[in-house]
């Protein structure tokens, strides 16, 4: 599996922000989704996943209520839609991918995950 993300960009605080991450292959419905963060001098922190399945996703309590990931198996694709954004949030996103192998949760940890996109900057002024 092959990721590329976009949308990343510079935006003031209170904006908004889509990201796209755009997979190859034909098995896109079968992988766990994430997106993580790492800003500079930190470490990178887990923002977001959402299940194989699509009913189920999870957040980082910093992001809760203002980010909403989302997934297009159609178009193999998971969005990141970010709002209320804070200088906080700059960071590069990135995207990854976990194959799931059970119908358990996805993994909110780096670890987990093979496959990863090159990385989108979110930069916000305040």
């Known amino acids: 599996v092959q990721l590329q993300a976009s949308g990343g960009g510079l935006v003031q605080a209170g904006g908004t922000l889509r990201l796209s991450c755009a997979a190859s292959?034909?098995?896109?419905?079968?992988?766990?989704m994430g997106w993580f963060r790492q800003a500079p001098g930190k470490e990178r922190e887990f923002v977001a996943a959402?299940?194989?399945?699509?009913?189920?996703?999870y957040y980082a309590d910093s992001v809760k209520g203002r980010f909403t990931i989302s997934r297009d198996d159609a178009k193999n694709t998971v969005y990141l839609q970010m709002n209320s954004l804070k200088a906080e949030d700059t960071a590069v996103y990135y995207c990854?991918?976990?194959?799931?192998?059970?119908?358990?949760?996805?993994?909110?940890?780096?670890?987990?995950?093979?496959?990863w996109g090159q990385g989108t900057q979110v930069t916000v002024s305040s």
């Open positions: 990854a991918a976990d194959r799931a192998f059970s119908d358990g949760r996805p993994p909110i940890s780096d670890g987990p995950y093979d496959y």
């Open positions: 959402i299940k194989y399945s699509g009913d189920q996703s």
């Open positions: 292959g034909r098995t896109f419905s079968r992988y766990h």
